[in-house]
């Protein structure tokens, strides 16, 4: 599985940021983003499993919405009311069913002023 993110950027505070993850491969059985501040260990933000349950981190309900667009292996991340506190590299994650593997795309950061 390979993973392609794009998004990100620099935001003022209370604005809004699309990241967005393509997926090839198969077998997927969820998408996510993580997200690593510096000095701060890697956390969840948002998680999509293809049976379109999500789980969101606390600090995000409400202000995020990960969601699946036109193909089956792509999500979207939509940030808004961006805090100073969202800055961080976002990771795009993916999960093949029964299996620990964990797939990993390249880091895009997003920085939020006050």
């Known amino acids: 599985v390979q993973l392609q993110a794009s998004g990100g950027g620099l935001v003022q505070a209370g604005g809004s940021l699309r990241l967005s993850c393509a997926a090839s491969?198969?077998?997927?059985?969820?998408m996510a983003w993580y997200r690593q501040a510096p000095g701060k260990e890697r956390e969840l933000v948002a998680r999509?499993?293809?049976?379109?349950?999500?789980t969101y981190a606390e600090s995000v309900k409400g202000r995020f919405t990960i969601s699946t667009i036109n193909a089956k292996n792509t999500v979207s991340l939509q940030m808004d009311s961006l805090e100073p506190e969202d800055t961080a590299v976002y990771y795009c994650?993916?999960?093949?069913?029964?299996?620990?593997?964990?797939?990993w795309g390249q880091g895009t950061l997003v920085t939020v002023s006050s």
């Open positions: 491969g198969s077998g997927i059985s969820s």
């Open positions: 999509r499993f293809t049976s379109r349950a999500t």
């Open positions: 994650n993916a999960r093949r069913a029964f299996s620990a593997t964990e797939y």
